[in-house]
């Protein structure tokens, strides 16, 4: 696939153009004539504008002051500034993340343009996103976005939802990484490396208590042993209370919902075997235990009847006299929720790696050996209503190996390249089990039969006897009466509704004779309920999943220095991945398998299937092409195609009915990107501002997403999707005491085709619906209507995100004592947060902004630091994934005017506070 010219100059992207030009236009009348064309004019003015601007102002200031200090990354296996590096990248120190309290991943999009980090119903099921594409990390899909932490590639998403400590830098590199860091990094990358020995010794200690007892403790030590030698020790712990309160008093449960415990600790020890051999050793152990998010109904996706339906399925006097609870269905996202919530986690990883650099004159050898290990036990009570009714018991391991091999060439010489070779294995488990809970049974499926009997039943039992009363329009009500066994006999019947004596009796027999005599709902119930209680409650759905990837690439990347202002880049890698699985789904319950003519009560859940041979074997090329050109001696402009791939794979999730009629696909193809790329990287105002912004047209074929059947998620390759926009990177310390950072983001998506999306919920609730009648009577099963979404934009791709973080630090007169202030800003604008991609306008998160504050005091030598800190001021209430009701299409809570349903939102952090100390040494 090939980036058409005809595309690059589609509306959408002339506007983008335009904006960039607008910009420029302030500042040099030239660019604003009317007939100028934008990019002739970007291009033209872009030198004089900065080099004119930077000696004018530069001129003025000051020498005194240092500027920015240098920023140095490794996103090209060579440490180099990050103005140099032709990329659209950002980079954050270690001490810029202790200076805003991030302390995960999740906490880092705040502060990136185009980059942002979900959390779903699991812990496990995270995404992390660049340019609105990514992927879940509770399946066997591969991710969107590379996670390499000190040159070792983490595989799932779910496996970095833990505490990050001593840092040394986290670089975000947006776009196709394909060529240096190979496979799944089809959308960028984040690398991070860890703090290392140092020749002195040093360290610190920290530690901070906040707002729902939040406690977080993390330290440092690092020292020689000898002149070769050396070692460094880090930890963190943290431990708080959940964020929810829960009013259900079900067995297990507890008032407070949320609540958090990880702990880290990392070894490193570094030393030099000869005088051109330093080797560095890692050890790192991480935990996390907690009770899973806060998950709300959104009061807006209710209609009225949802509430009496529920009441009803859990009712237990039964369905047509409803007495059961009810969800939090009114008060919006207020972290206060009604319902069933066991949720808890144990999730655990180690590793170990051996980073090798081996200098041979000017050139230099780097061997990065890795193991790695995670392991996540996780308890779920999937429906989320105050009843013990479905949960789901997961348990992911991956066993993961890595060994890779560099060449990298001196700096500085026409020709500077880097060569490489690659391999990985990866052994991958998935055990799921769903267990019914005690109130599965009875009431709820006793209910939801009677219910469904009553529903076929009563129209066409009140049709048949409406000539034998004097007045029909009671016909529906008697009918109802019968079926649900309210009344039995014929005089009852009489005197209740007034009729001549002997109607009822004939009303009786009459019901008797079209198959729905009294008390057919509450008998068809009770029946339903046995059958379900005489199977196993207990793993009542068994599914194993197993994977095991080999993967070997060979890379290389040259730069070839055409003149000093002029540098020409190209790279290939060329990837073989081999995948073999196999995938199990035994239902030892028939009651949720699907219907049949001999399992009639079939809920249509999950459907048995045995697959022991599953295998996905190809060969990737992927390649880059790179010019950058110094323009002046501040500023570098730079274009770029690149290509990358996200590697196809296996469903590790099971189908129901409607996944059966699709044939079960178990096998999905890889996705394939290709970026164009345009940007500028300025150095302004003798050092005092850096400003990058850069121009990205990205379009992906055989885009991977999933499709839901009401229940399970099923990944397909979805056609062609087109991401493209502008982001913009702007550093500031025009004095030494303020310092600023801005981030913002355009971001324009549309399917160009996308044919086979998820229909809307009421559309699937009638298939499922459809499905069961057609099975029971031994047909085959049929799929669901696909949407349409070509043109449409998609999900998790805000238009707009900005953020702005701005300190001022100065000493206090007359002491050795400095203060400090820091504000921070984050804007996202709206955005579709559904978990299955369908445009449900439900699921909408509206834009929001996030505030946040922090001060306090320093003593001069920078030895120690107290401060007071606040998150999310405004306690803004916000989703980061919007779901259906788990089983909400099964239990009707649908609307079949509009097609949506009652949906959920896993709720972001509201306003937390806390004191912070820490101490240097």
Not at 294 to 306: F, G, H, N, R, W
Not at 574 to 599: E, H, M, Q, W
Not at 861 to 875: C, I, P, Q, V, Y
Request: glycine share 10%.
């Amino acid at each position: 696939m090939t980036v058409s010219i005809s595309k690059l100059i589609k509306p959408g992207r002339v506007h983008i153009l335009f904006a960039i030009t607008s910009l420029l236009s302030l500042t040099n009348p030239a660019i604003a004539e009317e007939d100028a064309n934008p990019v002739e004019a970007v291009a033209g003015a872009v030198g004089s504008v900065v080099e004119g601007t930077a000696k004018a102002v530069g001129s003025v200031i000051s020498t005194v002051f240092q500027g920015i200090e240098e920023v140095v990354v490794t996103a090209q296996k060579r440490a180099e500034d990050i103005q140099d590096v032709p990329i659209s990248i950002s980079a954050f120190s270690g001490a810029f993340m202790e200076d805003s309290g991030v302390n995960t991943i999740q906490e880092l999009g705040a502060y990136t343009p185009n980059l942002s980090l979900t959390q779903s119903s699991q812990v496990a099921n995270n995404r992390i996103i660049i340019r609105g594409v990514g992927s879940v990390g509770n399946s066997a899909i591969e991710p969107s976005v590379a996670v390499f932490i000190d040159g070792v590639y983490y595989p799932r998403p779910s496996s970095v939802v833990g505490s990050l400590t001593d840092l040394e830098a986290v670089e975000v590199l947006r776009g196709p990484q394909g060529t240096l860091f190979g496979r799944n990094a089809s959308m960028g990358a984040l690398n991070i490396r860890t703090a290392k020995p140092s020749d002195e010794f040093e360290g610190q200690i920290r530690g901070s208590y906040g707002s729902d007892n939040a406690v977080r403790v993390s330290g440092n030590a690092s020292a020689p042993f000898s002149d070769t030698s050396g070692g460094r020790l880090s930890f963190q712990y943290s431990d708080r209370d959940g964020f929810g309160k829960n009013t259900f008093t079900g067995p297990g449960n507890k008032n407070e919902i949320g609540d958090w415990e990880d702990v880290t600790v990392r070894g490193k020890l570094y030393f030099e075997p000869t005088d051109n051999l330093d080797v560095t050793l890692t050890f790192d152990y991480s935990e996390v235990k907690n009770e899973g998010p806060v998950v709300e109904v959104i009061s807006d996706t209710v209609l009225p009847a949802y509430g009496p339906t529920i009441s009803a399925i859990l009712s237990p006097t039964g369905p047509f006299a409803p007495t059961g609870p009810t969800p939090e269905l009114t008060n919006g996202l207020d972290y206060e929720v009604n319902q069933d919530h066991r949720d808890t986690a144990d999730d655990n990883q180690r590793g170990f790696s051996a980073d090798f650099n081996w200098s041979v004159g000017e050139y230099n050898i780097r061997s990065i050996t890795a193991v790695r290990d995670w392991n996540n036990d996780s308890y779920e009570t999937a429906l989320r209503l105050p009843a013990d009714l479905f949960n789901r018991v997961t348990t992911y391991e991956v066993d993961s190996f890595s060994q890779e091999l560099q060449f990298i060439s001196p700096i500085g010489e026409r020709l500077e390249y880097v060569t490489g070779l690659y391999y990985y294995k990866e052994d991958y488990k998935i055990d799921q089990n769903f267990d019914l809970g005690a109130d599965f049974c009875g009431p709820a499926v006793n209910n939801l039969v009677q219910a469904r009997v009553g529903q076929a039943a009563i129209p066409a039992l009140a049709a048949g006897i409406a000539a034998f009363l004097p007045n029909p329009a009671l016909a529906p009500t008697i009918a109802g009466a019968i079926v649900s066994g309210a009344i039995t006999d014929g005089p009852t019947l009489d005197a209740a509704f007034g009729l001549p004596a002997g109607t009822g009796v004939a009303l009786l027999a009459a019901a008797a004779g079209a198959g729905a005599p009294a008390g057919l709902a509450p008998g068809t119930g009770a029946a339903a309920s046995g059958f379900c209680a005489a199977g196993p409650q207990i793993a009542a759905v068994d599914t194993n999943f197993n994977q095991d990837v080999e993967s070997i690439a060979i890379f290389g990347q040259a730069t070839f220095n055409v003149t000093d202002e002029l540098r020409l880049t190209g790279g290939v890698r060329y990837t073989r991945d081999d995948k073999k699985g196999s995938f199990v789904s035994l239902i030892p319950n028939p009651i949720v398998a699907p219907a049949s003519p001999t399992n009639p009560f079939g809920l249509d859940l999950r459907a048995a299937e045995n697959q022991p041979d599953l295998r996905f074997k190809e060969n990737k090329i992927t390649w880059m092409v790179n010019a950058a050109y110094d323009i002046t001696d501040y500023a570098m402009v730079f274009g770029s195609y690149s290509t990358g791939f996200k590697s196809g794979g296996f469903n590790s999730d099971g189908f129901n009915s409607i996944g059966l009629a699709a044939g079960a696909p178990r096998v999905f193809d890889s996705e394939e990107v290709d970026n164009f790329e345009f940007g500028i990287k300025s150095t302004l105002f003798n050092n005092r501002v850096r400003a990058n912004i850069s121009y990205f047209h990205t379009e992906i074929s055989n885009y991977q997403d999933r499709q839901f059947d009401g229940v399970n998620f099923l990944v397909q390759n979805a056609g062609e999707l087109t991401q493209q926009g502008v982001e913009l990177d702007i550093q500031a310390q025009p004095i030494e005491q303020l310092f600023m950072l801005f981030g913002l983001s355009y971001l324009h998506s549309d399917f160009d085709t996308f044919t086979n999306a998820t229909n809307l919920p009421a559309v699937v609730a009638a298939t499922q619906a459809q499905n069961s009648a057609l099975l029971a009577m031994g047909m085959p099963p049929v799929t669901v209507p696909p949407r349409d979404l070509t043109g449409l934009r998609n999900h998790f791709s805000p238009k707009w995100q900005a953020s702005l973080v701005a300190e001022w630090s100065d000493d206090l007169a007359d002491t050795n004592l400095g203060w400090f202030i820091r504000g921070e800003f984050q804007h996202t604008s709206a955005q579709n947060l559904g978990a299955e991609t369908n445009q449900n306008p439900q699921s909408i998160q509206k834009g929001y902004e996030v505030f946040n504050l922090r001060g306090g005091f320093r003593s001069s030598d920078d030895k120690w630091e107290l401060s007071a800190f606040a998150r999310n001021l405004g306690d803004e209430e916000y989703c980061q994934t919007v779901f259906n009701q788990p089983i909400g299409t099964t239990l009707g809570l649908v609307d079949a005017t509009t097609g949506g349903g009652m949906q959920r939102c896993v709720l972001g952090a509201p306003r937390t506070w806390g004191v912070e100390a820490a101490y240097r040494f």
